[in-house]
């Protein structure tokens, strides 16, 4: 096996384990705005790593090229889909994508305090 060979294995390997450590976050968080955090290793590094590979693999040429486009594809769509995702959780939670009216920015905790990462808006007399 050649150095090119080992350097393609290891890069695959790679890109399973960071798309086997992303299914595991899926499944132990709690909400859909926690596993939204999970989706962009699988969705964005994991390909880019794989492309590396090709790269390595093939060299420049009209395979690594085509492998190019369908990277380009995904690092534009996927952060695309995830917001779509996250937006309608959100409409399907709160019936609506917009902040509440009445001070919060964000998911407020039941006791009122904003969210951890969230501000409150001040109330004006």
């Given at each position: 096996?050649?150095?090119?060979g080992?350097a393609?294995d290891?890069?695959?390997?790679?890109a399973?384990a960071i798309?086997l450590a992303?299914s595991?976050?899926?499944?132990?968080?709690?909400?859909?705005?926690?596993k939204?955090?999970?989706l962009?290793?699988?969705?964005?590094?994991?390909?880019v790593?794989?492309?590396?590979?090709?790269?390595v693999?093939?060299?420049?040429?009209l395979?690594?090229?085509e492998t190019?486009?369908?990277?380009?594809f995904?690092l534009?769509?996927?952060?695309i889909?995830?917001h779509a995702?996250?937006?309608?959780?959100?409409?399907?939670?709160?019936?609506?994508w917009?902040?509440?009216?009445g001070?919060t920015?964000?998911?407020a905790?039941?006791?009122?305090?904003p969210?951890?990462g969230?501000a409150?808006?001040?109330e004006q007399?």
């Open positions: 096996m050649t150095a090119r080992i393609v290891v890069l695959l390997a790679l399973v798309v992303s595991v976050g899926l499944l132990v968080m709690r909400d859909v705005y926690q939204a955090h999970y962009t290793p699988a969705g964005l590094v994991a390909p790593v794989v492309g590396v590979a090709v790269l693999q093939s060299g420049l040429t395979d690594t090229a190019g486009l369908a990277l380009l995904v534009i769509s996927s952060p889909l995830t995702t996250i937006r309608a959780a959100r409409i399907r939670e709160t019936g609506d917009r902040p509440a009216r001070g920015a964000g998911r905790a039941a006791d009122g305090r969210a951890r969230t409150m808006q001040q007399p």
